[in-house]
């Protein structure tokens, strides 16, 4: 059984061609990196650049340098914009982009680029306060839930930011796509366009504190709560034909 090749493999060099040369000619793509920053509730962070006219942000990252390995640039661009010094701890996504994709700017010459997005973490109070911004390059950052995120990037960065941020919550192997899209199959979270929202705790539906007294249901100690009706007691779960209400006819 032979080996696969690459269609790249039956392309032989011009003998016409010095190596320089030969090398320019073959094809040239950008090479991107980019991170999936959250904070303790899963809100995304986002970056807004000063540079771009339609005023889209962005996830922090940026161009690969010559000769400069994707995570190298992710890490590197992390510090330049926002100060932190972060581990990343997997690649999220990759991403290609094609040179005629139609969210490309008037007037922008790009060949492609391929986008590499990394798992960057969750920031603690403490490491967003501490958050310094290049202020000639980009002017605030946010962190928003993943609905809002999308309404601020542009169509195919919110498209990445969505299976990257995905492929963390559900703890999936790295998603593949192509202008947006996936190219393998597509994801559970994707497949249903699952979102996570921020609900702060004042705003939540259970009661994080000691049952209040008036109420017949009472707290004894930790993990036991009772139902009382006049002098009799049982705990939640007891299943009695007489006496206290048991679980099952509890409302």
Same mark, same amino acid.
């Given at each position: ?38 904070? %303790? !509730?899963?809100? =995304? ?15 922090? #990252? ?5 000769? +400069? ?7 590197? %661009?992390?510090? %330049? +914009?926002? &100060? ?9 996504? !990759?991403?290609?982009?094609? $040179? ?10 790009? $060949? &492609? ?23 000639? %390059? ?6 928003? +839930? ?9 169509? !195919? ?12 919550? &559900?703890?999936?192997?790295? !998603? ?19 979102? =996570? ?11 994080? #504190? $000691? =049952? ?16 009382? /009706?006049? /002098? ?10 007489? #006496? ?6 509890? /409302?």
């Amino acid at each position: 059984m032979t080996s696969p090749v690459s269609p790249s493999d039956h392309v032989l060099p011009r003998a016409d061609l010095p190596a320089a040369q030969y090398a320019a000619s073959r094809h040239a793509t950008w090479l991107g990196a980019a991170a999936i920053i959250t904070d %303790e !509730v899963g809100r =995304v962070l986002l970056v807004h650049p000063t540079y771009r006219q339609d005023d889209s942000w962005l996830l922090p #990252g940026g161009v690969v340098e010559p000769g +400069e390995h994707p995570h190298v640039t992710c890490g590197r %661009e992390i510090t %330049e +914009e926002l &100060g932190l010094d972060l581990h990343l701890s997997a690649v999220l996504a !990759v991403h290609s982009f094609s $040179p005629h994709h139609p969210d490309l700017q008037p007037g922008t010459h790009c $060949p &492609g680029e391929v986008r590499f997005v990394f798992d960057g973490g969750t920031l603690t109070p403490d490491q967003a306060a501490v958050i310094r911004l290049p202020h000639d %390059e980009l002017s605030e950052y946010a962190f928003l +839930e993943t609905r809002d995120a999308v309404q601020r990037l542009r169509p !195919v960065d919110g498209q990445i930011m969505l299976a990257a941020y995905r492929a963390r919550l &559900g703890n999936t192997a790295t !998603v593949h796509l192509a202008d947006g899209r996936h190219i393998l199959d597509v994801p559970a979270l994707d497949r249903h366009d699952v979102h =996570v929202r921020y609900r702060p705790l004042w705003d939540s539906p259970l009661h994080r #504190g $000691p =049952v209040p007294g008036p109420l017949p249901v009472q707290q004894d100690g930790p993990g036991e709560v009772v139902l009382r /009706r006049g /002098r009799q007691q049982a705990p939640m779960g007891a299943d009695r034909d007489e #006496g206290p209400v048991s679980r099952k006819g509890a /409302r």
